[in-house]
């Protein structure tokens, strides 16, 4: 088949190689216009787009996906499928309509669960044992579009979000690179999503990031990883912000209260609502990341001091 493929962060780029890599014909990449980052607030092109432009790819940035222009180009290059994994950008019902087996998406959840922008950070943050990726035909609503298949993974321990989207964005890339195959052979009807099980998940803001001490371990330890990377966990020491890294239960540890940090000779300890957790990494503003230890032992960290 003859494809466009949409898409823009990092994330995407495994299923963007994996379609260029099969037997369709990669007409172009639609992408959001680049923007500014860095220090110098210089326009930069979005991971997908760069990608694009090192394997000479023809690149389309639209401001909105609705532009004539955009929809002229689409009409010319005239895709068969346009898939879609993480584009930012709602597509609209005339755009939808311009491939003769309309766009399909790569979605990080088993929907109908966790629609919406941040699927993967809130399996984390909400203790799911069992989350995977789902491809579905895109249509007007907020990820309800009937799904074509699934594969599924194991949410470990330790995950972070970061780490179990890096898995599911490679076992998701070759799932929709099955879905496309069956969809130019005609052996695959998707099925519409089921009315039970839908749950959302928003973009977690800053504050979302924020840890609550005063909650049980779990629900610390599941917020920090569903954190991390982004948007990055953080607290408060003597009223500046200090971002941290995953922690690990302490159960051995005494009883401390929520917040309160005990500084040990190889660990650094801080209380929660039940029993304490030891620091792994922390930045504080302007510094780079470091051992709690050493943050500890640079700030003095004195007894009866907390994390706010």
């Not at 496309?180 to 099980?197: S, W, Y």
Request: with cysteine; aromatic share 4%; hydrophobic share 45%.
């Amino acid at each position: 088949m003859r494809l466009i493929f949409a898409g823009t962060p990092a994330v995407a780029v495994p299923a963007l190689a994996a379609v260029a890599a099969s037997r369709h014909e990669l007409l172009a990449v639609v992408t959001r216009p680049d923007a500014p980052a860095g220090r110098g607030r210089g326009l930069v092109r979005s991971p997908v787009g760069a990608w694009a432009d090192e394997n000479g790819i023809e690149v389309l940035t639209p401001a909105r996906p609705r532009e004539p222009e955009f929809l002229d180009r689409l009409r010319e290059l005239a895709p068969d499928c346009a898939p879609v994994v993480a584009y930012g950008a709602l597509v609209p019902p005339v755009a939808l309509e311009i491939p003769r087996h309309g766009w399909i998406n790569l979605h990080f959840s088993l929907l109908p669960a966790w629609r919406g922008a941040a699927p993967v950070q809130h399996a984390v943050l909400h203790g799911d044992e069992m989350t995977g990726a789902s491809v579905f035909q895109l249509e007007e609503g907020l990820d309800t579009g009937p799904v074509f298949g699934t594969v599924t993974d194991e949410v470990r321990a330790g995950d972070t979000s970061g780490d179990l989207l890096e898995r599911l964005a490679h076992s998701g890339a070759g799932l929709l690179v099955a879905v496309l195959d069956a969809i130019e052979a005609g052996t695959v009807r998707a099925e519409p999503q089921p009315a039970d099980g839908v749950s959302l998940a928003p973009k977690l803001t800053v504050e979302d990031a924020r840890v609550r001490w005063s909650d049980p371990v779990f629900a610390v330890d599941r917020r920090i990883r569903a954190c991390t990377p982004a948007p990055g966990p953080w607290t408060t020491f003597r009223g500046d912000r200090v971002k941290l890294g995953p922690i690990v239960p302490a159960p051995d540890g005494p009883d401390l209260e929520p917040g309160e940090l005990l500084v040990e000779k190889s660990r650094v300890l801080v209380g929660t609502a039940t029993t304490p957790v030891r620091l792994g990494e922390v930045r504080a503003a302007g510094k780079k990341a470091m051992p709690a230890t050493d943050w500890a032992r640079g700030v003095r960290v004195g007894t009866g001091e907390v994390f706010a």
